[in-house]
Each structure stands twice: as C-alpha cells, then as structure tokens.
Nanobody, 125 residues
Framework: QLQAFGGGLVQSGDSLRLSCAASGGTFSDYAVAWFRQAPGKEREYVASISRNGRITDYADSVKGRFTCSRDNAQNTVYQQMNSLKSEDTAVYYC????????????????????WGQGTLVTVSS
C-alpha cells in the first residue's frame, strides 16, 4: 500500500517536498513513480526512481526543478519540488511496480501495479 502526503498551498517560486510511504511487502523490490492530475486534465507522468535509487527519470516539464530520492530503510520515496509554478498545481500520486531489475523505472500509467491516494499541491501565482 502506498500513500502520498506533503502537499499544500504554496506561492510561485516556493519549494515543497512530497513523500510516498509504503506499507506491506518489501519496499526495495519496487520501482516508484510520481504522476499528477490537474483539474480537467488527464493524469500525467512526472518522475520515477528505480529500486536502488540510482536511476531517476523526469518529465521535461519538471526536469531541473524536481528531484526524486528514496530511503528504502524508511520505506519512503521523496519528491523535492523547487521553483514551483502555477502549472504544477495538481493532485500528485505515487505508484509502484515490483521489478526484478534494480534499474527499471516506470514511465507510463500502464506500467504501475499499485497506486496510492493523492496529495493536493496548489501553487498560487
């Protein structure tokens, strides 16, 4: 089970850190990704991190501003979001997929097996 938290209301240019906490299973067996869904829009890919944390991948819209990391001992993945923009406003979800590869990253909605409840990020301009 996954749960995202850490969202809130911030101003444009501010930073925020989201967390995705897992319970049950062996967390280090799972690649994890972040997706987001803005009002009236489809859910879109944001970023992902491999099981061992050595591989990360980002959507072009967040590259250079968002950073994924993970602490397998704490069963948690983090997403540090800097220089937030109004267009980053969305509900953010974390998703997981069990993988045999330490380096596999999730890149599409269909790649994920497990989804957590989202957390709302609102960026005011």
């Amino acid at each position: 089970q996954l749960q995202a938290f850490g969202g809130g209301l911030v101003q444009s240019g501010d930073s925020l850190r989201l967390s995705c906490a897992a319970s049950g299973g062996t967390f280090s067996d799972y690649a994890v990704a972040w997706f987001r869904q803005a009002p009236g829009k489809e859910r879109e890919y944001v970023a992902s991190i491999s099981r061992n944390g050595r591989i990360t991948d980002y959507a072009d819209s967040v590259k250079g501003r968002f950073t994924c990391s993970r602490d397998n001992a704490q069963n948690t993945v983090y997403q540090q979001m800097n220089s937030l923009k109004s267009e980053d406003t969305a509900v953010y979800y974390c998703a997981g997929k069990r993988s045999g590869s330490l380096y596999y990253v999730i890149r599409t909605l269909g790649d994920s097996d497990y989804w957590g409840q989202g957390t709302l990020v609102t960026v005011s301009s």
